[in-house]
């Protein structure tokens, strides 16, 4: 029903800043708890950051509170993703999801759609 692609990943060193994007279609996307999930080599995709459809309130995980601000331009249809700050560990790739239903909001199984991810890699 909502198409996302995420874009503005890249290479970064420690401490610097990236801002990812998440352009959706077919469908706004204040119709939907927004997320970002990331996944390193080797591990699991996990929470980063979700926002509210309406008040906008947002919850980060720990390792990211402080550097990273999930914010959502609905006039543009745009999820973004501000990381500042950047660690070596943050290197994953970084997806954008759309929860339409019932579900966890800190869990892939409660997000209904996805972008295809992009990546971010931090050197140090």
């Known amino acids: 029903q909502v198409q996302l692609v995420e874009s503005g990943g890249g290479l970064v060193q420690a401490g610097g800043s990236l801002r990812l994007s998440c352009a959706a279609s077919?469908?706004?996307?204040?119709?939907?708890?927004m997320g970002w999930f990331r996944q390193a080599p080797g591990k699991e995709r996990e929470f980063v950051a979700t926002?509210?459809?309406?008040?906008?309130?947002?919850y980060y995980t720990d390792s990211v509170k402080g550097r990273f601000t999930i914010s959502r331009d609905n006039a543009e249809n745009t999820l973004l993703l501000q990381m500042n700050s950047l660690k070596p560990e943050d290197t994953a790739v970084y997806y954008c999801?759309?929860?339409?239903?019932?579900?966890?909001?800190?869990?892939?199984?409660?997000?209904?759609?996805w972008g295809q991810g992009t990546q971010v890699t931090v050197s140090s």
């Open positions: 999801a759309a929860k339409d239903g019932r579900g966890s909001l800190y869990d892939t199984s409660g997000y209904d759609y």
């Open positions: 926002i509210n459809r309406i008040t906008r309130s947002t």
């Open positions: 077919g469908r706004a996307i204040n119709w939907y708890v």
